[in-house]
């Protein structure tokens, strides 16, 4: 026999195979063939496995989609990784928004109040870009790594077995329709002695596809293990945001109100600081504020006197018109009040010159 009657052989008993798992799948869909069925905990098993499927692309999907909000971006994304190729790269959307503010503060002139407040917004801007990329990156490795592996890898090595069992089962069904059928002797004995391979090609695929399913429970231990890494970079990533608007609060803590706020409405003090993601732990806990006014006490008793004091500017400001005086951050003047000033205001006096100053530039000298 040549190699080209053998493969004509295969062939047709491949066809011969392929139309009687047609005709017993059909007829069992028409209801005029038995069908045997699963164990119970073979069944469970499938079911246990077909969920963790269904769930781990569901949740796998919105993640990305948590991390990477532009569908855009994700396309690009999955389109370099397919052709083993690192993307380019780019700008976040915080990292964006940073160096927007840091240009437009520069333009402004770092040393107003406004281009200086908008230059260290940018910065922390950026600085919580860098902090999303990191999140991204570790919980791509951590997590989603893991969940795509199952899905493309395990799942698929799952699906192909199932599939196997199900040919196994229709080719035993057949067999067992066949012996029915079969009325002479002859027959009989050869289709009982069909029913006992298939039988046997049954049960041994049903038991690898059984060791198979119960790997599910490993799946769940090591899903849930990622599911923790997550969880800390997450932790860790919105401790450092929260500790980076900390950081900034606090530079712009000293700005006026009339810059902090469009209804003029009197700041709080920053919450406590923190230095470690374990903070978040208790952020269902209400955060500290403590009410602190924008005129210190010292000011408050110049107003009620006529004598003059030594006052340090902490920023720069820009004279609205001729009856203000600018200031210059870290100089020293001298204030005085007049009678029916407004409580907002003081003189001050810097050489020849002088001018209204608002009081929530200054800090009072002993």
């Known amino acids: 026999m040549n190699i080209m009657d053998f493969n004509v052989k295969k062939l047709a008993a491949d066809a011969g195979t392929f139309l009687s798992r047609a005709v017993q799948f059909t ?3 028409l209801g005029q063939a038995e069908k045997t069925e699963l164990d119970a905990h073979l069944e469970n098993l499938l079911s246990k496995a077909e969920c963790t499927k269904l769930w781990t692309e569901k949740i796998m999907k919105q993640t990305e989609v948590l ?17 083993d190729r690192k993307a380019p790269s780019r700008m976040n959307n915080p990292e964006l928004l940073g160096q927007y503010m840091i240009d437009a503060g520069n333009e402004f002139g770092p040393g107003t109040a406004y281009g200086n407040a908008l230059i260290k917004c940018g910065e922390t801007q950026k600085r919580i870009g860098a902090a999303d990329r990191e999140l ?6 951590n997590f989603l790594t893991p969940l795509r592996n199952f899905i493309e890898g395990d799942y698929k090595t799952i699906t192909k077995e199932r599939k196997l069992l199900q040919n196994k089962r229709l080719d035993l069904d057949a067999a067992k329709t066949r012996l029915k059928k079969a009325k002479v002797a002859e027959a009989r004995a050869a289709s009982e002695q069909e029913v006992r391979i298939t039988q046997s090609e049954f049960d041994r695929q ?12 490993s799946t ?3 899903h849930l293990r990622c599911l923790n890494d997550f969880v800390e970079a997450q932790m860790t990533y919105y401790a450092q945001c929260y500790q980076y608007m900390l950081d900034l609060q606090k530079q712009l803590g000293s700005f006026p109100s009339t810059f902090l706020s469009n209804n003029n409405q009197s700041s709080t003090t920053p919450v406590q600081s923190v230095s470690s993601p374990s903070v978040l732990a208790s ?8 009410s602190n006014s924008m005129v210190p006490s010292g000011l408050s008793e110049l107003k009620s006197s006529s004598g003059s004091r030594k006052a340090r500017v902490l920023y720069d400001y820009d004279a609205a018109n001729s009856s203000e005086l600018s200031l210059l951050a870290d100089e020293v003047i001298t204030v005085y009040s007049i009678p029916g000033m407004d409580s907002d205001w003081l003189m001050g006096e810097r050489g020849n010159q002088k001018g209204k100053v608002p009081i ?7």
């Open 27 to 29: 007829e069992e869909k």
């Open 67 to 83: 991390l990477q909000p532009n569908p855009n971006a994700r396309i690009e994304e999955f389109v370099y990784e397919k052709l």
């Open 136 to 141: 991204i990156q570790t919980s791509a490795i």
């Open 206 to 217: 049903a038991e690898i596809t059984r060791l198979l399913l119960e790997g599910i429970s």
């Open 220 to 222: 769940h231990a090591h």
């Open 283 to 290: 952020a269902s806990a209400p955060l500290p504020s403590v």
């Open 360 to 366: 929530t530039y200054l800090e009072l000298l002993n």
